[in-house]
């Protein structure tokens, strides 16, 4: 599986940006894809996950991004809207390989390359 993420950049205190991760290499309906974070000095993050149309959020993120998938363009997408300082991170999509707990990044075999996103205050 190959991943492409697009879509960071810089952007002021509560406004948005949507991240795209196309997958190719295999059947993407299939994946269970999710979005995770690093920001300086910090260990990489659990942000959100799609699997077979359910979603899962970090706290941190719920009720401000929303994760969604296209299956006919084999990408998903992370819509992040009122974002913080604190949202300043490289974001990666990932797709899941191994069963267990889909907020863990071990748990994920392919990695995007990371898109920074950058809030500033």
């Known amino acids: 599986v190959q991943l492409q993420a697009s879509g960071g950049g810089l952007v002021q205190v509560g406004g948005s940006l949507r991240l795209s991760c196309e997958a190719s290499g295999r059947t993407f309906s299939t994946l269970t894809m999710g979005w995770f974070r690093q920001a300086p000095g910090k260990e990489r993050e659990f942000v959100a996950s799609?699997?077979?149309?359910?979603?899962d959020y970090a706290d941190s993120v719920k009720g401000r991004f929303t994760i969604s998938g296209d299956n006919v363009k084999n990408t998903v997408y992370l819509q992040m809207n009122s974002l913080k300082p604190d949202d300043t991170a490289v974001y990666y999509c990932?797709?899941?390989?191994?069963?267990?707990?889909?907020?863990?990044?071990?748990?994920?075999?392919?990695w995007g390359q990371g898109t920074q996103v950058t809030v500033s205050s």
């Open positions: 799609i699997s077979s149309g359910t979603t």
């Open positions: 990932a797709a899941k390989v191994l069963y267990g707990d889909i907020r863990n990044r071990n748990n994920y075999g392919y």
